[in-house]
């Protein structure tokens, strides 16, 4: 059954923009991406990349479609409708012996979602990002003809559909391989450093050994403490190690209506509270949610971020750049007056497959930044250093970057343009990112 078309007001995670959209949702996904401009699956992307290009676009949103296709038990291969949440995903596949990989850092995301970040996690130096393990794709593309995409079947499309921001096309299903696991609990270890050097240090010694890592650091602290931070790393625990119960799936509360806690202020306790409770060395088995999905603890966090919505600026730096790039990025950011809410670091691998996927070798910063007058200013200022030593910006995350800045950042972009025009000359699919980055029309 297809529903009809409703109008109603949309965002990304981040409450900015907001827009007035018409969007179909049903469990068919062939009949509502037909004659839709763009798909849109959880709403978890933070800008403008899941919002409609022009007025009177439709949306697909994919979320009823949430049917497995096969599972092959043997080589740990399934193919599912994109509709399919990683929550399902790891609900279903855990108690089974197998994870997801290159699983972000929510469960609440859709496979299409995934397939179109090309999204990554604390381990992307050791898997790097989803696509590479993806095996195929079926779409719809924006002559209306539904394909199955491989590395086999037009893997040009392929490419660019991985981390293409869901402008090459509609995706129906998603065939990847899973990763057996030895237990579902992690082994997980904690240790806070005093200063960026020492923390940036220790994640990057960390990834050697470790398959998951990730810093968190305190960016509201003062002086010499600047960019003090914790740096977690775990792995899956070996059956020995582990409980021999499953680890029971958690139904976090959510938070109801947008209630503004989270400012400079409460963040600066909090930072305080969590460096001096964790910079002690820790070592433990711990639950895969509390791990991997910390901000996952109540639904809808979001609504705790200030009223006027927030950002979060993800770079990533090439290893060249140093830690002097990353104390630059952050001096920056202080000095044009943006507020730093949480800022977490990771380490990233080299570039995947996807023609436009975020990842390359080097330093991931991430910072939550609420939408006031000084953000935009702070956004181009960081954007003129990052284009400048060779990192890139973050496309499920952006929602300030000016097309200047893109096009300096990305000298893959025509590259990919090009796949884009071949199968779909008029844009016909678009999102509002790509009005604003690439000046599709609206
Ligand atoms: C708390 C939090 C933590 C996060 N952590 C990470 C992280 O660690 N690593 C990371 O990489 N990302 C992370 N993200 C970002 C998130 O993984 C991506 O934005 C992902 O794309 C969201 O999936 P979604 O289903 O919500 O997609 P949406 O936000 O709805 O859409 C995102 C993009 O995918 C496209 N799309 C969605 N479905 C389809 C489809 N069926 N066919 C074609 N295109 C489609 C949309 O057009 C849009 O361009 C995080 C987000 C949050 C809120």
Same mark, same amino acid.
């Given at each position: *059954? ?11 995670? =981040? ?20 004659? %839709? ?14 919002? $409609? ?10 979320? #009823?479609?949430?049917?497995? +296709? ?9 193919? #599912? !409708? ?30 299409? =979602? *995934? ?13 790097? +990002? ?11 593309? %924006? ?16 490419? #660019? ?59 509201? %602290? ?18 020995? !190690? ?10 976090? $509360? ?29 070592? =433990? ?28 600026y993800?770079v ?9 790039g990353c104390r630059r990025v952050l001096d920056i950011m202080v000095q044009r007056g943006a507020?730093p ?6 380490? @990233? ?5 996807? *023609? ?9 910063i991430?910072v ?9 200013v702070a956004v181009d200022a960081m954007n003129d250093f990052v284009?400048g ?16 800045? @893109?096009?300096? *950042? ?33």
């Open positions: *059954m297809t529903v009809e078309g409703q109008r109603g007001a949309l965002s990304g995670w =981040g409450r900015h923009p907001v827009v007035v959209a018409r969007h179909r949702r049903s469990e068919n996904l062939e009949a509502i991406t037909r004659g %839709a401009t763009l798909s849109r699956g959880l709403g978890r992307s933070y800008g403008d990349a899941s919002l $409609p290009g022009t007025i009177d676009g439709t949306l697909a949103v994919t979320t #009823a479609a949430d049917r497995f +296709c096969w599972f092959d038990a043997e080589r740990g291969v399934v193919r #599912a !409708e994109a509709g399919v949440s990683l929550a399902t995903l790891n609900r279903v596949f855990w108690p089974r012996g197998w994870s997801v990989p290159s699983s972000p850092g929510t469960q609440q995301v859709t496979l299409g =979602g *995934m397939v179109a970040a090309d999204v990554h996690g604390k381990s992307h130096h050791s898997e790097g +990002c989803f696509g590479e393990h993806v095996r195929s794709v079926r779409m719809r593309v %924006a002559d209306e003809r539904i394909l199955e995409v491989s590395e086999d079947e037009q893997p040009e499309l392929f490419r #660019a559909t991985l981390g293409g921001m869901g402008l090459t096309g509609h995706l129906l299903e998603v065939e990847f391989q899973l990763r057996p696991m030895p237990s579902g609990w992690v082994l997980a270890e904690s240790q806070g450093y005093g200063d960026l050097e020492s923390t940036v240090e220790a994640l990057r010694s960390a990834g050697s050994e470790w398959p998951h890592t990730l810093a968190w650091i305190d960016l509201l %602290a003062g002086g010499s403490a600047f960019g003090r931070g914790v740096v977690e790393r775990g792995r899956r625990a070996d059956p020995g !190690e582990a409980p021999s119960r499953l680890p029971a799936p958690r139904f976090p $509360p959510a938070i109801p209506f947008v209630f503004p806690l989270i400012s400079g202020t409460t963040m600066r306790l909090a930072n305080i509270a969590r460096y001096w409770s964790r910079r002690l060395y820790r070592r =433990g088995i711990v639950h895969p949610d509390a791990f991997f999905y910390p901000l996952d603890v109540v639904g809808w966090l979001n609504r705790l971020y200030p009223r006027a919505g927030f950002t979060q993800q990533v730096l090439p290893t060249s750049a140093g830690v002097e507020v809410l949480l800022c977490v670091l990771k380490d @990233f691998g080299g570039e995947g497959k996807g *023609m436009l996927s975020f990842p390359k070798a080097g330093l991931s991430a939550d930044l609420p939408i006031t007058d000084r953000t935009q284009a030593v060779g990192g890139r910006v973050y496309l499920a995350k952006d929602t300030l970057t000016r097309p200047e800045h @893109f096009r300096a *950042m990305e000298p893959r972009l025509s590259a990919w343009q090009a796949v884009r025009r071949r199968w779909d000359p008029e844009a016909r699919i678009r999102s509002a990112l790509s009005v604003r980055l690439f000046g599709d029309p609206i």
